[in-house]
């Protein structure tokens, strides 16, 4: 089995997430799609199971139509935005299961037609910090929505998270739903908004990482548990088609 990650490598943060997949199903072969040009790693998607949208620097403004945000955020890599709006596009058409982590969960919301807070504190100011403090990540609570993938998933009604950012979601695309919440209402994940009418691929999004947490905390290694199954239904249900 197959999964794309749209980058996988090149710090040891990145190199966490494979691990994490692969503790959830050993088969788990990771195709890195980092550095590669878009339409080069749309044609490599073709060949895998699933996408997992990777964390990573901010999400250039432009591309939800707020260019006089751009002076609060801090990295931005157009190509890697570029490159990541194409996998999501060619995903889409393949009907694959999708993952969103972190700068992805962000970048799904901005291809879907949502907007992003460019930084927290100064336009969502709150007592519940989701930076990293001294290098390490912040951690609070959430409340996971009844009825969502994300309860079925991990059979929690809140719990505690980590957190690394500080962009957000603003508005969230019209196809999508919260499906939890931080204290202060920021939204910590997403998922389609009809998802239990069937009929649309997977995909979840979550703000925090859960490939850095323990991987018996309930909003950790169920997660990938759940995407490897949904990636494996992909492989047999749908690639398999004529």
Not at 31 to 54: I, M, T
Request: charged share 25%.
């Amino acid at each position: 089995m197959k999964i794309a990650i749209s980058r996988g490598s090149g710090s040891p943060a990145y190199e966490r997430y494979a691990p994490w997949l692969q503790a959830a199903d050993e088969r788990v072969s990771i195709v890195d799609l980092h550095g590669l040009s878009p339409n080069v790693a749309a044609e490599q998607l073709g060949s895998c199971d699933g996408l997992v949208l990777s964390g990573g620097p901010d999400v250039d403004p432009s591309r939800y139509e707020a260019e006089h945000r751009r002076s609060l955020c801090a990295a931005i890599d157009a190509e890697r935005d570029e490159r990541e709006l194409a996998l999501i596009e060619r995903a889409r058409d393949l009907r694959m299961p999708v993952l969103g982590i972190c700068r992805g969960a962000q970048i799904l919301n901005v291809a879907y037609g949502g907007t992003l807070y460019a930084d927290l504190p100064t336009e969502y100011p709150s007592s519940v910090e989701h930076r990293q403090i001294e290098g390490a990540d912040a951690r609070h609570e959430l409340a996971v929505e009844p009825g969502s993938i994300l309860r079925r998933i991990s059979r929690q009604m809140d719990g505690i998270v980590n957190s690394a950012h500080h962009q957000s979601v603003e508005h969230l695309a019209p196809l999508f739903t919260a499906s939890a919440l931080s204290g202060d209402g920021v939204v910590e994940a997403f998922e389609w908004g009809d998802a239990a009418l069937g009929g649309k691929p997977f995909l979840l999004a979550v703000q925090w990482h859960p490939e850095r947490l323990d991987y018996d905390n309930p909003f950790s290694l169920p997660i990938a548990q759940h995407f490897i199954h949904e990636a494996d239904a992909y492989r047999l249900l749908v690639k398999s088609r004529p």
